[in-house]
């Protein structure tokens, strides 16, 4: 039974680039949320996707978009690369909005 | 007030000593309550629930108190494996998401 995965695990980017992570699901479950979390901090809160739609979102900017697909996997994308997005982004997913999060290894971003 | 708050530490202490951490929450609406452990670089995982009766596991206990907003996690006769940062997460916030403190790191020495 795989448990949440992601891609890739990591990358690097330059200022004013545009970037696309992606996330598949653990088997079973149908929400998928999305968290920001930089170095020394914990997991911020960027979005959930639920239904293929997005149902809750965060403090972020529009820069900030995502999409679920009909086998419930995710993609998170970041458009004008800022510096300050450098973090690791970690995708979660649940099978409702009351049970735990279930993480994949996460992404760590590079902005230079 | 932060949505939910933890002490930072870090916390230093030896084999075999017994640790305990608070969280504070703001949304006082919350149902769902947990500690996640997360090793350095790595992905947060779940280590326990948080119920309402208190609950255990092992040498981890976790205690909810709704009056005051807080929860708090206990941890007996620490294991060098046991250091790490551990995490506070609350919700749902807003209806549906998680909300995460900013850590606690726990570090055991021999």
């Known amino acids: 039974d795989a448990g949440v995965t992601q891609s890739p695990t990591h990358l690097i980017k330059t200022r004013g680039q545009q970037v696309t992570l992606r996330c598949s699901p653990k088997?079973?479950?149908?929400?998928v949320s999305w968290y920001q979390q930089a170095l020394g901090q914990g997991p911020q809160f960027i979005f959930q996707?639920?239904?293929?739609?997005?149902?809750q979102r965060g403090n972020f900017p529009d820069r900030f978009s995502g999409h679920q697909f009909p086998n419930y996997s995710s993609e998170l994308n970041v458009n004008a690369l800022l510096l300050g997005d450098s973090a690791l982004y970690l995708c979660?997913?649940?099978?409702?909005?009351?049970?735990?999060?279930?993480f994949g290894n996460g992404t760590r971003l590079t902005v230079t | 007030r932060k949505e939910v708050e933890q002490d930072p530490g870090p916390f230093n202490v030896p084999e075999g000593a017994t640790v305990a951490f608070n969280c504070t929450y703001s949304?006082?609406?919350?149902?769902?309550f947990f500690w996640y452990r997360q090793d350095c670089r790595k992905e947060p995982k779940l280590l326990m629930s948080?119920?309402?009766s208190g609950n255990e596991d092992g040498r981890f206990t976790a205690q909810l108190n709704r009056a005051s907003q807080y929860i708090s996690l206990l941890i007996r006769d620490s294991k060098l494996s046991d250091s790490a940062t551990y995490l506070c997460?609350?919700?749902?916030?807003?209806?549906?998401?998680?909300?995460f403190g900013a850590g606690t790191r726990l570090t055991v020495k021999p």
């Open positions: 979660a997913s649940s099978w409702d909005t009351n049970s735990p999060l279930h």
């Open positions: 088997s079973g479950h149908d929400t």
């Open positions: 996707y639920y239904e293929e739609e997005e149902r």
């Open positions: 949304n006082s609406a919350s149902q769902s």
């Open positions: 948080v119920y309402s």
């Open positions: 997460v609350v919700g749902p916030y807003n209806n549906n998401d998680m909300r």
